[in-house]
């Protein structure tokens, strides 16, 4: 994997109630960034203590206000953290999940593409899930069948959590849909204004 770790991108992990994974997941994430921004979506554990002794920059949130939100105060963390260290261009941002663990390293991958300037979004491939009831697979498939529908591109994984944006792609789709929309709503918005 190439070294993608620098001060061009920064990480932003939406969390909630995730004290057991979050570690983990923000050391993994801080070979992949020098910043590493954690969304504490009102945790009732230990999730901003745990991410803040791993290193991570912690905004957290009183009331739960889902992840789009959470995003969207990544996002305006990282603005405020450049406007204080004055880099010389917008970082890219990286989205985690928050329970990936050690394998959030694995994310750099979606990083070069954004960083050579041949894609403004980069999504990740996740393993096939099992569900019991087919719940997931069938909210997956429906979201996969509304983009093919609005835009005539079928997106493999439309609800991956994990993906790297450019800064200007990102402020330009602003405001974020709420909930599963959010990721849907990201990819539609891509396919119509940047392709």
């Not at 932003?12 to 997941?25: D, H, K, M, V, Y």
């Not at 009183?62 to 260290?85: L, Y």
Request: proline share 6%.
């Amino acid at each position: 994997m190439p070294d993608t770790a620098g001060a061009d991108v920064a990480v932003i992990i939406p969390a909630r109630n995730e004290q057991l994974r979050i570690a983990a997941t923000v050391t993994a994430a801080t070979a992949l960034s020098s910043l590493v921004v954690v969304v504490d979506d009102a945790s009732l554990d230990q999730t901003a203590h745990r991410a803040r002794e791993a290193g991570a920059l912690v905004v957290s949130r009183r009331r739960s206000h889902g992840k789009a939100a959470a995003m969207m105060t990544g996002a305006q963390a990282v603005a405020e953290f450049e406007g204080r260290n004055s880099p010389p261009s917008p970082r890219h941002l990286l989205f985690l999940d928050a329970d990936l663990e050690q394998t959030a390293s694995e994310a750099g991958k979606l990083v070069t593409p954004v960083r050579e300037g041949s894609a403004d979004m980069t999504i990740a491939m996740l393993p096939a899930q099992k569900t019991a009831d087919g719940g997931h697979g069938l909210v997956v498939r429906l979201a996969r069948s509304g983009v093919a529908y609005l835009t005539g591109f079928r997106p493999a994984q439309p609800l991956s959590g994990m993906r790297c944006i450019s800064r200007p792609a990102f402020d330009a789709v602003q405001p974020l849909a709420r909930g599963w929309g959010m990721e849907t709503a990201l990819i539609e918005v891509f396919s119509v204004t940047f392709s």
